[in-house]
């Protein structure tokens, strides 16, 4: 018997990463490390890189995540920190 779950959609997957994030404030990653490392303590085991990638992108549209270049050109995601007032 399979355990195949549903394909998550695109915001399935920006749930996912945000939930990661509210928990692991600090947390920085690669899209690979997203897939491989964040998304499995969702439940989401086989996700695309491109629907990560897309989902990635919505959350810097709408000003929540960041992209962090490195000089290697690896591009990390992180929470863009908020200051308390």
Do not use: C, F
């Not at 996912?16 to 490392?37: C, E, F, K, T």
Request: proline fraction near 6%.
């Amino acid at each position: 018997m399979k355990n195949d779950k549903p394909v998550p959609d695109r915001d399935q997957l920006q749930d996912a990463v945000l939930h990661y994030l509210r928990n692991n404030p600090n947390a920085a990653d690669s899209l690979q490390g997203i897939i491989n490392w964040w998304l499995p303590k969702q439940g989401y085991e086989k996700v695309g890189m491109e629907s990560v990638y897309q989902a990635l992108e919505q959350l810097i549209a709408a000003g929540v995540v960041e992209k962090v270049p490195l000089v290697d050109g690896t591009v990390l995601y992180r929470l863009i920190a908020r200051i308390e007032e």
